[in-house]
């Protein structure tokens, strides 16, 4: 079974930094390809970033592009968002995903960006 937690979000002032956390179990996860989604209040689920299988390829929303790296550790089945230069309309549920619209997905971790 599928099992996605993600860990590492809180409340940070504009122009701060934080790094989301997830654990990944239940599947191959070497073998896939994964993303960050998150999900603003009132708003529906925004595709964040994209990372291939190996690390080596990874792709932006054009929102979050040079202020956001995506990562992973293959021998810990984990999977990382460094957020950096945080704005307020960053405020949102992030969620790691096995794809990109989000369909199968953790709970998710509340990133607050406010004063």
């Known amino acids: 079974q599928v099992q996605l937690v993600e860990s590492g979000g809180g409340l940070v002032q504009p122009g701060g930094s934080l790094r989301l956390s997830c654990a990944a179990s239940g599947f191959t996860f070497r073998a896939y390809w994964m993303y960050w989604v998150r999900q603003a209040p009132g708003k529906g689920l925004e595709w964040v970033s994209s990372?291939?299988?190996?690390?080596?390829?990874?792709d932006y929303a054009d929102s979050v592009r040079g202020r956001f790296t995506t990562s992973r550790d293959n021998s810990k089945n984990m999977l990382y968002l460094q957020m950096n230069s945080l704005k307020p309309e960053d405020t949102a549920l992030y969620y790691c995903?096995?794809?990109?619209?989000?369909?199968?997905r953790g709970q998710g971790t509340q990133v607050t960006v406010s004063s």
């Open positions: 990372i291939n299988t190996v690390g080596s390829g990874r």
């Open positions: 995903a096995t794809n990109k619209a989000g369909t199968q």
